[in-house]
């Protein structure tokens, strides 16, 4: 798979994923707030907030992919195949 189609995927996955976490704590205060819903409201908000934590964790792996870019734009010297040889 090329790198730019990952780095989509992980857009995708990192935007749903925040999404969800801030549609499960409005789920949650509407729960709190309204006595009818009942205990599914619980169940339906903190199963979006997990869904969506899980679907942000590519958060870490998209900034790392970032970093080490511009690291190697940035400083020439970082060329391991330079340091093996």
Do not use: C
């Not at 798979?1 to 989509?8: E, L, P, V, Y």
């Not at 903190?46 to 942000?56: P, Y």
Request: aromatic residues 6%; hydrophobic residues 45%; glycine residues 8%.
């Amino acid at each position: 798979m090329q790198q730019s189609t990952q780095i989509k995927l992980l857009k995708t996955a990192m935007i749903t994923g925040i999404t969800l976490i801030l549609l499960g704590h409005v789920v949650l205060i509407v729960t709190f707030g309204n006595d009818n819903i009942d205990f599914r409201g619980y169940i339906l908000g903190a199963a979006m907030n997990a869904v969506g934590i899980i679907l942000s964790l590519p958060t870490k792996i998209y900034l790392t992919l970032l970093l080490m870019e511009r690291e190697e734009r940035d400083n020439k010297n970082t060329h391991w195949q330079d340091r093996i040889k």
